[in-house]
Nanobody, 123 residues
Framework: VQLQASGGGLVQPGASLRLACAVS????????MAWFRQAPGKEREFVAHIRGSAMITNYADSVKGRFSISRDNAKNTVYLQMNSLKPEDTAVYYC?????????????????WGQGTLVTVSS
């Protein structure tokens, strides 16, 4: 299983970015797919996940209403649309997938990880 994250960059506060996670070796519609982030000097934290044919989503409180996770089954790709970005959103963003069907927000519960993409929000 391989995950390739892309789309990071340097943006000003209030701007938007869309991250993409291209997946091979696993069908995104059949597994829990998630985004995490890790800021300098901080632990990796949950951002959002999506699961099931109904595309049930869950978000961290810090991003609720601003970020949106989605997937394109035909492209086997998961996205994270980030709007109204704040300086505190600055981090390396990772996509991950979990083999077990019960969802979790703990990084230790995920089996495969992408390499991360850096998002910097600064004026």
């Amino acid at each position: 299983v391989q995950l390739q994250a892309s789309g990071g960059g340097l943006v000003q506060p209030g701007a938007s970015l869309r991250l993409a996670c291209a997946v091979s070796g696993r069908t995104v519609s059949s597994y829990i797919m998630a985004w995490f982030r890790q800021a300098p000097g901080k632990e990796r934290e949950f951002v959002a996940h999506i699961r099931g044919s109904a595309m049930i989503t869950n978000y961290a409180d810090s991003v609720k209403g601003r970020f949106s996770i989605s997937r394109d089954n035909a492209k086997n790709t998961v996205y994270l649309q980030m709007n109204s970005l704040k300086p505190e959103d600055t981090a390396v963003y990772y996509c991950a997938t979990r083999s077990r069907i019960i969802s979790t927000t703990s990084p230790s519960g995920y089996d495969y990880w992408g390499q991360g993409t850096l998002v910097t929000v600064s004026s």
